[in-house]
């Protein structure tokens, strides 16, 4: 999750707090006779992600509600359709509350999540280098960028660039020595190519404050893509539980996303999920509860993680109005949408047996081996 000032992140506190509330009375959980066997499942981080997705024309994702052990106890339910074809939860922020939910969802007996598409679908922060306000990024990795070793600001030599430097290692250059298995995350490129082609059928959603705040970007060429409109985008998520913001630290986030996916990763999202998110899917993979070529990682931008050229990032952070949370929002639902509904349509011709990842697939250690090597690591 990211938001925008810290005004917005009290009001979204608010909004989570209350999210347990917006379901219906009718609702209250009923006693099912049957395993749920859901063709698409929605993960989203706080309220006010999961409530874009109640009281839509496409379907009633509150038809059945499902009390699940170990949930957050803020969003303590799963909630599906009447022919459980689609569901979706809120994990709780962070990555372990992302990690336990998750944890507790695919060990649930009234799920088969076996031939289950998980569309993690969340706000982010934006790196202006490659998108905006707005827009919607569907990622290939997801990296553990706080996952390093690290030295205060004030405390470092004069020829460090940041205080972060790879765990092991002895220099921001070097390949982390020291691996714990969740520092990437690779996903089927081929789905998430299929999941762009979906979602560019999309109109997004912007905002006059947006638009006046990404103008701000226009003074640095290195901006363009932040001072252009929102669009659907492919690059890559940055999971850490630290909300930065400012160029020493996004831009050495940048660099550790480039560093341990061997070149091939192009950091523009922050978030505080998705690592989490993925080790809990890849260990169930491992059973075979979940197909971990199913995943899609759709983050959309609510808040540029560095400023403009002049001002303060602390500004940027807590005081300024950047207009992108609202459209951020809209967006997971206007782009998640035509995912979900590209997903539904194909189901019998191409989704309901996979599709095939030409791309390693899985974590840094290839705990799920496969006919593919890993495309990174040490």
């Known amino acids: 999750m990211r938001a925008s000032s810290s005004s917005i992140l009290a009001a979204s506190v608010l909004l989570s707090t209350a999210s347990a509330s917006l379901v219906p009375a009718k609702l209250q959980e009923r006693s099912l006779e049957y395993v749920v066997k859901p063709k698409v499942f929605i993960i989203d981080m706080f309220g006010p992600e999961g409530d874009v997705w109640y009281g839509i024309p496409e379907f009633d994702l509150l038809a059945i509600n499902i009390t699940v052990p170990g949930f957050s106890p803020l969003y303590p339910d799963a909630h599906c359709t009447a022919n459980g074809d689609i569901c979706q939860l809120i994990t709780g922020e962070s990555e372990i509350n992302a990690a336990t939910t998750i944890a507790s969802l695919v060990r649930y007996p009234r799920f088969d999540l076996t031939t289950t598409y998980f569309m993690i679908a969340g706000i982010a922060g934006v790196n202006p280098e490659h998108a905006t306000l707005g827009s919607v990024a569907f990622a290939r990795y997801a990296v553990q960028v706080a996952l390093q070793y690290e030295f205060s600001q004030f405390e470092i030599p004069t020829n460090y660039t940041s205080g972060y430097i790879p765990q092991g290692s002895l220099s921001p250059q070097e390949y982390p ?107 169930a993979a491992i059973q075979r509860l979940v197909d971990f070529s199913r995943i899609i990682l759709m983050r959309t931008a609510s808040d540029f993680d560095r400023p403009y050229p002049g001002e303060a990032a602390t500004t940027n952070l807590l005081f300024a109005n950047q207009g992108g949370f609202e459209p951020a929002l809209q967006n997971i639902y206007l782009a998640g949408r035509e995912v979900i509904a590209g997903i539904m349509d194909g189901w019998n011709s191409t989704f309901a047996a996979g599709v095939n990842a030409t791309n390693y697939v899985g974590d840094i250690f290839d705990t799920l081996g496969g006919d593919t090597a890993p495309d990174f690591g040490p």
């Open 177 to 283: 020595q020291s691996i714990y298995g969740t520092e990437v995350f690779e996903f089927n490129q081929n789905l998430q190519k299929m999941a762009v082609a979906f979602a560019r059928k999309a109109a997004l959603n912007d905002s006059s404050d947006a638009v006046i705040y990404r103008a701000n970007y226009a003074t640095s060429s290195a901006y363009a893509a932040g001072a252009a409109a929102p669009s659907v985008v492919e690059c890559d998520v940055a999971t850490s539980d630290v909300y930065f913001s400012g160029n020493i630290l996004s831009t050495a986030f940048g660099n550790y996303t480039t560093l341990v996916t061997n070149g091939s990763g192009v950091y523009c999202m922050t978030a505080q999920e998705d690592n989490a998110t993925g080790e809990a899917l890849i260990r």
